[in-house]
């Protein structure tokens, strides 16, 4: 009996130990001040919606890696794959409310606090690559990124990430001219700039998050939708799609952000050792980007499922043409000062 008795007291005591530790560890990682007073490390998290093996997936992974190199493991970045966290819906307000300290979304994804964000989505805005990392570096992307919007919000914005074109892709005909896009139903990621694009291509389109695209178009839900080759390719959308155009009628690029309490509340050193971090990370995610989405390009066509369309320079001006309206309707909310500051990096 009295075993007994002694035993039960010592399983409490290791119980009530049990709850004090993971007390400090969830405390540990929800403030970076807080964290810097105990010896557990800084968690980071980093939450995003693609595949481990999409471009941003693979560059998330090497950041994780370099924090614990440069900060000899005082702080460690945890990465979410796959909206395994937040999808779509929540991951912003999750940052918002620091839930989660790090995401990495497709900026025009932050329409709900800044519509010219959208930027991205205007028809043929970017000529190519170079323009658009150019635009990455310049002042006026430093503007957007630093805004009172987000400020306003306890957001920062850090740094661009690159994903790419998008191409337009459907499972009813091959898109070759912009009337065969009529009474075709498109997957958007958000916003009303890609309502408006397809609508001047008199398509219709539904606001679907990234982790619910392949199970709609899959069951019919919509015909069609448009990524970057990289999205598509580690989506598997080739077992969904049968027509893919490549059209880079706009872009998919991303932005890091971070909830600005907790990145203030880091200690300065290990801040400034996450920072350099992070800009290593940039370097790679840049040259990911170009590198996966040519091989995801050819893995889309050697797939033998998809048909793809190459449009020639005139083929293309009519989609340019066809998408003026959206110029006529969004020029305004997304600042004339942002369009030219972006026409001016040609
Ligand atoms: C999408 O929703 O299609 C993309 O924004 C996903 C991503 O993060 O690349």
Redesign the pocket.
Known sequence: MKKIFLVAVISMFAIVAAACSSDKESSSSGDGEKASSSDKPIIIKFS???AID?V?GKAADRFAELVAEKTDGKAKVEVYPSSQLYG?ADELDALVSGNVHMI???V??MVKLDPRWQYVDMPFLFEDQDHARKFFESDVAQTILNSDQLANNDIMGLEFWE?GFKHFSDNKHPLKTPADFKGLKFRA?AGKVLESQFNALNAGSATI??GE?YAALQQGTVDGQE??FN?FDTQKYQEVQKYLTTSEHGR?D?AIFVNKSFWEGMPEDIRTQVEEALKEATELEWQLAADENEASFENIKNSGKVEVTELTPEERQKFVDALQPVYDEFSDDITPELLEGIRSLK
Do not use: G, I, R
């Open positions: 995003h919606v693609t999409s941003k779509d990495a979304p497709s025009t994804k994903n990621q998050s990234f695209t990524n970057t999205n998919l991303y």
